[in-house]
């Protein structure tokens, strides 16, 4: 497997993008939904998410405070990488969401 190295200058713009992602994937909340609550256009979250596109210091301010008020912190502060931390309210929320049969698609949901 080849290993590739990301130049220190993309860092940066790799750690939102994935950081957007799983803070995302922690509320259970797609790109449209994300775009509706922070009035960020979806357009703009894509291409952030695939290293496309950049955002405003006031859009990425307003993502970080969204997701704090969700129950995500993000720090990418220093070099030692990206810290994405999430409340045990929200692990409790994600166990639901994850255990809900109605969530399921119907060829995967358990027979009573």
Do not use: C, W, Y
């Not at 509320?27 to 609550?37: C, F, N, P, T």
């Amino acid at each position: 497997m080849e290993t590739v190295s990301i130049e220190p200058e993309d860092r940066g713009a790799v750690k939102i993008a994935v950081a957007l992602r799983a803070a995302r994937a922690f509320v259970g909340m797609s790109q449209v939904e994300l775009a509706e609550r922070t009035g960020i256009p979806k357009v703009t979250l894509a291409r952030v998410e695939t290293l496309e596109g950049s955002l405003k210091a006031e859009q990425f301010i307003r993502i970080i405070d969204f997701f704090a008020s969700q129950g995500v912190s993000i720090d990418m502060r220093g070099s030692s990488g990206l810290n994405v931390t999430i409340t045990n309210h929200l692990l409790d929320v994600a166990g639901k969401r994850l255990r809900d049969e109605t969530r399921r698609r119907p060829d995967r949901r358990r027979a009573d």
